[in-house]
């Protein structure tokens, strides 16, 4: 039964993480594509255009915060190398739930704060774009949900630990 578990978690997990991949990709290349339009716009036939800049700051606000969840299903983002390395046994464990109940602790947090933040910024209209401020605060939100399934999937199943030599 709880490998049955493990085993459906872990495939959501690697759904979702793999929808936010992709995702995140899609937004840096829309941020470069719409970065390269707007120089060419403004330098070389001298007709700004309004809404590029704005577009390209969403694109690259939902590529971090959806991007974390990347980082943190591969262990990249907080590490502590010396630690995990030396501890074995009982101490390897008690550190691996520290970690795990700190990140979540934080990842819980911008979850609550950025929904907040979203809330109140539902009535705020973006003066270019004329969407609700909302949709940028919510990258918040949506990007710590996607990263909690890929902390406790790191969790669950730890990439294989590699050996230093001294």
Request: with cysteine.
């Amino acid at each position: 039964m709880l490998a049955t578990l493990r085993k459906g978690f872990l495939a959501v997990e690697y759904v979702t993480t793999r929808a936010v991949t992709l995702f995140s990709c899609g937004a840096l290349a829309l941020a470069a594509m719409l970065a390269c339009y707007q120089i060419i716009m403004r330098y070389v036939i001298r007709q700004p255009t309004s809404w590029t800049e704005p577009v390209l700051q969403l694109a690259i606000i939902y590529m971090v915060y959806l991007g974390i969840a990347v980082t943190f299903r591969r262990g990249a983002l907080v590490s502590i190398d010396i630690l995990a390395t030396m501890a074995r046994g009982r101490w390897e464990a008690v550190m691996r739930w520290f970690i795990l109940i700190c990140v979540l602790i934080l990842l819980g947090h911008m979850f609550w704060y950025g929904w907040a933040m979203a809330a109140r910024a539902q009535v705020n209209v973006h003066p270019t774009l004329g969407i609700s401020m909302m949709w940028a605060f919510m990258s918040i939100p949506v990007g710590s949900v996607f990263a909690m399934l890929a902390v406790v999937a790191h969790f669950i199943d730890p990439p294989p630990k590699l050996e230093v030599e001294a």
